[in-house]
């Protein structure tokens, strides 16, 4: 069982940064593939980045450019560095990694970009 726990999320307006954090109970080197996901008001859960263990990482293409993951192993931790925020990123934002045969989430963080 893999425990991750988000922060990080808040209110900023549009144009601002904000930094969210993943921390994971398993190590990394255990892990098949991590990223980011996102659900706003009213929609379905969409990807925003993914990153397979050794290959690179893949930006939807509505956050590319603007949004970049990031990993501290010796902390367990991912980061999803969010600039330049639009109302339309306005979500609940999810980490999620396979490890092995499992699929684990968090428990998601507010992000509200307001215009």
């Known amino acids: 069982q893999v425990q991750l726990v988000e922060s990080g999320g808040g209110l900023v307006q549009a144009g601002g940064s904000l930094r969210l954090s993943c921390a994971a109970s398993?190590?990394?080197?255990?892990?098949?593939?991590m990223g980011w996901y996102r659900q706003g008001p009213g929609k379905e859960r969409e990807v925003v980045a993914r990153?397979?263990?050794?290959?690179?990482?893949i930006y939807a293409e509505y956050v590319k450019g603007r949004f970049t993951i990031s990993t501290d192993d010796a902390k367990n931790t991912m980061y999803l560095q969010m600039k330049n925020l639009k109302p339309e990123d306005t979500a609940v934002y999810y980490c999620?990694?396979?490890?092995?045969?499992?699929?684990?989430w968090g428990q998601g963080t507010q992000v509200t970009s307001s215009s």
């Open positions: 398993a190590t990394f080197l255990s892990i098949n593939v």
């Open positions: 999620g990694m396979i490890v092995g045969m499992g699929g684990y």
């Open positions: 990153m397979p263990s050794g290959g690179s990482t």
